[in-house]
């Protein structure tokens, strides 16, 4: 059984930064693909970025350019750096792993494993 729990989050105004972190514990972690959505009261849930094993990473458009995606192997560490933030970035952000990783999957019911997530407000 893998655990995942994230920390870091927070509220900002607009323009700020904050970085996310999701430690996991048990199971492969340097063999799982690792992604970062978020959600909002009344939506689905929505890919943010996502690192594989081998490290290549993608973003969701809202994210390119504004958001990092890094992870470190020895640490069972994933991280999201989130840069020049924006109101419509408010949300739940949840980390998750994908065991069965062959391509990143954008979506979240190809992953198996979830955090509990973490509060981001950015205030305009």
């Known amino acids: 059984q893998v655990r995942l729990a994230e920390s870091g989050g927070g509220k900002v105004q607009a323009g700020g930064s904050l970085r996310l972190s999701c430690v996991a514990s048990?199971?492969?972690?340097?063999?799982?693909?690792m992604g970062w959505f978020r959600q909002v009261p009344g939506k689905e849930r929505e890919f943010v970025a996502a690192?594989?094993?081998?490290?290549?990473?993608h973003y969701a458009d809202s994210a390119k350019g504004r958001f990092t995606i890094s992870r470190d192997n020895a640490k069972k560490m994933v991280y999201l750096q989130m840069n020049s933030l924006k109101p419509e970035d408010t949300a739940v952000y949840y980390c998750?792993?994908?065991?069965?990783?062959?391509?990143?999957?954008?979506?979240?019911?190809?992953?198996?494993?979830w955090g509990q997530g973490t509060q981001v407000t950015v205030s305009s």
């Open positions: 690192i594989g094993w081998s490290e290549t990473t």
């Open positions: 048990g199971g492969t972690f340097n063999t799982y693909d």
């Open positions: 998750a792993a994908d065991r069965n990783s062959r391509t990143i999957s954008y979506n979240p019911n190809d992953y198996d494993f």
